[in-house]
């Protein structure tokens, strides 16, 4: 069974079925905002309401089981999908994936109600397969749907976009993000500081306490004032940091707190600078692992760079 929406994936979900009923959702639908808001969650659901639609009881529940099963015919759901070796997947969608979208919205029906193709995540299509897609959004049939999810909608080309309707998902406010935190049977004072740390998203945020992402973050917190005061050394912590699979998940903590700690200090334009630039090289650190570059060598590099940031800082208070 699944899990109940949480309030923001439910008004979308009912805000959605509301114009599929009226007729106002054409074929092409974008569905966009923040990552891990449930968006293929409620894309999912959405493509059970459409492949139900005017069917009897035992019809409807068949289908559910199907696409949960992930085997409805009806429903092709894209993604990546393995090299042409087999031994990891692509970081694209390529042209070969959407032209076999564009076969599958051509035929008929098998259950003879609709067709839905769902693409997660859309901004990786590549530019060739880009192309492949816009002739079919430009070419709709009825009863034939195309959802595209993502994250950062302005990867995908502006004649695309324009082509489909646009579903927002957007991190609710922040008492209802807490109401819900809290119903998940977190205290008040974990729910906010855990909210805080996720800027605002709710499910970021459960899934740090429910896994190990609060404890990293008071951590990595530790590990920097230790860095400062001389009792780790620079080697030691990067080697610390990169030596498991949480190395991306530190560097984005340690450049949240370079960004509280720059909130702390509004009125310090020098130490404001500095900070926010040690956030961009956080950032960019975190994009250099994804490459071939020894990730311990980077991040020793980057925490050098927070000592001395702080270390000028102390010496200038100290005037």
Known sequence: MSEP???????????????????????????????????????????????GHGVDAAVRQRNAQLIAAGTHPDLQLTSFIPNKTGDKL????????IREISQKLALTPQY??????????ADAINRAACNALLKTLEE???????????????????????R????????????????????????????????????????????WL?????????????????????KLGSVELAQRWTGDEHADLR??????????KAADGLTDPARLNKLAAWFDAANRTRDLLRTT?????AVVELLLAWNAANQMQSKGTNR
Not at 25 to 47: E, I, N
Not at 112 to 121: E, F, K, L, R, S
């Open 90 to 97: 692509r970081t694209e969608i390529v042209i070969e994936q």
């Open 112 to 121: 003879g109600v609709a067709q839905v193709v769902i693409v997660d995540p």
């Open 251 to 260: 560097l984005r903590h340690a450049a949240d707190l370079a960004l509280k």
């Open 5 to 51: 929406f949480a309030p923001w994936q439910q008004c979308a979900y009912d805000q959605t079925v509301a114009a599929l009923d009226a007729g106002r959702l054409g074929h092409g639908l974008l569905m966009c905002g923040p990552a891990g808001m449930g968006k293929r969650a409620v894309a999912l659901k959405l493509a059970e309401h459409v492949l």
């Open 164 to 207: 489909c309707q646009r579903l927002e998902f957007r991190l609710p406010p922040r008492e209802e993000a807490l109401a819900w935190l809290q119903a998940r049977g977190y205290t008040e004072g974990v729910s906010r500081e855990a909210l805080d740390a996720a800027r605002g998203h709710p499910a970021l945020a459960d899934r």
């Open 210 to 230: 429910q896994g190990e992402g609060m404890a990293l973050r008071r951590q990595v917190a530790s590990e920097l004032e230790q860095l400062l005061l001389g």
């Open 293 to 297: 570059v020894r990730a311990d060598l």
């Open 140 to 162: 709709p049939a009825p009863g034939r749907y195309l959802w595209l999810v993502s994250a950062d909608p302005a990867r995908l080309p502006q004649t695309i976009r324009s």
